[in-house]
């Protein structure tokens, strides 16, 4: 008779949550989840935790009121769950259709652990109360263990913990932008312009000394043709990539004094692990251009078919971007975006190549995670990324190590 009761109170709960109903779509490119760490004293020892931290975002119009719940599970049980309102998508004053939150903590729950995990995101409609889920995100949670410890002593301190998105650096997004749209993320520093632009999303491991990112260019291949980034209106070259803006970076700090160097003199071993997402607005267009508006860029409109792209900083080729574009100037799906990834109107993933050891801001790269999929768990689907995952060097090691495993 228990069974009976058990199975059917998990019948009425899977039928109280559905998925996401005709008209609205979970925007995977938009997502952020990152942990949110603590630290505090309990029985006199230092204790690390965290909470689950949520940037997401659906498209489609939707109720006044509606809202987000995000389950945390591990194995199956639940470790944390909040409700939030979100907020309507809206560029500048205009009512796009949609559901956003941004950077979403509760400091509640907290949690210690770690490895792999799961994060249902469900989507709550303001009007019924009705549930439904929106996606589930894989995630992987890894424990940073440190120490604060004088020279003689290996005490450790509280852990920190950091989310591993060693598989998100395939994962750029090209945004063909409207002059009044933000950026793909929202960020505030790339909210506005006065013409179209194209933005791409990139991803990486920074390095250590976090210096950032040069100042590069860009080379264009269309259809196998170079094309010349000039144009009559401006008689200088226009290819220079900007510095960018963060659009997502997660960190954590290694130390301890396991060494025996360490151990006996000095300050103790360090090594810093960070993920980053950052914005870029090309030195390119698409159209057709604003009435009044002296054309300052090459356009997406004039060179219709296969772009090639080539960021170069010091003349070293750091990432190669593909992807094609129709006779409109907008560009065309990739097919990863036709098997289920959904990104914002104008927004395609786009083929992504890391040439040699790629630049120096990438201080890890692992293969074997590009390998397993992208955007919290979900597998490739198309050959060419299959391919294109085949093809990431590696560099660095994934994560911190012990002083002495060096």
Not at 27 to 56: A, I, P, Q
Not at 169 to 196: A, D, H, K
Request: net charge neutral; with cysteine; aromatic share 10%.
């Amino acid at each position: 008779m228990r069974a009976l009761v058990t199975a059917f109170a998990l019948a009425i709960a899977a039928l109280s949550v559905a998925q996401l109903p005709p008209g609205l779509t979970f925007d995977d490119g938009f997502t952020w989840l990152e942990c949110h760490n603590f630290e505090s004293v309990e029985n006199n020892v230092l204790k690390g935790e965290w909470v689950l931290e949520s940037s997401v975002r659906i498209w489609g119009t939707v109720p006044d009121r509606s809202g987000f719940k995000f389950t945390l599970k591990k194995d199956g049980k639940i470790l944390a769950e909040n409700m939030v309102d979100g907020y309507p998508v809206k560029f500048g004053n205009v009512d796009q259709g949609g559901l956003v939150i941004l950077n979403h903590w509760k400091d509640a729950q907290r949690t210690g652990a770690s490895g792999p995990m799961t994060v249902d995101v469900t989507y709550i409609d303001g009007a019924s109360g009705k549930e439904y889920l929106a996606k589930t995100l894989k995630i992987d949670v890894r424990r940073i263990e440190r120490t604060r410890s004088s020279v003689g002593k290996r005490e450790p301190y509280a852990p920190a913990f950091i989310m591993n998105r060693h598989a998100e650096v395939l994962s750029s997004i090209l945004y063909f932008r409207e002059y009044e749209n933000p950026s793909y993320t929202q960020l505030n520093g790339l909210s506005w312009f006065s013409e179209r632009r194209l933005e791409i999303l990139v991803n990486y491991a920074e390095d250590s000394a976090m210096t950032g990112i040069a100042l590069g260019r860009i080379a264009v291949e269309v259809n196998g043709q170079p094309i010349q980034l000039r144009v009559p209106e401006i008689n200088q070259p226009v290819d220079e990539m900007n510095m960018g803006e963060l659009a997502g970076k997660t960190s954590a700090e290694h130390s301890d004094r396991d060494a025996a160097k360490y151990f006996n003199a000095g300050p103790y071993y360090r090594e810093r692990i960070s993920f980053v997402r950052k914005s870029f607005v090309l030195p390119l267009q698409w159209g057709p251009p604003l009435e009044g508006r002296v054309k300052s860029s090459v356009f997406t409109n004039d060179h219709p078919g296969d772009w090639k792209v080539t960021w170069l900083i010091d003349r070293k080729p750091v990432r190669i971007w593909r992807f094609k574009v129709g006779v409109d100037g907008l560009p065309i799906p990739h097919p990863e975006q036709t098997a289920g990834l959904h990104l914002a109107k104008n927004a395609v993933l786009v083929d992504t190549e890391i040439p040699g050891q790629g630049g120096e801001f990438d201080a890890r790269l692992t293969p074997s995670f590009v390998k397993e999929g992208a955007f919290y768990g979900r597998p490739w689907t198309t050959a060419a990324m299959k391919e294109a995952a085949s093809h990431v060097p590696t560099k660095g090691r994934p994560f911190p190590v012990s002083s002495a495993k060096q």
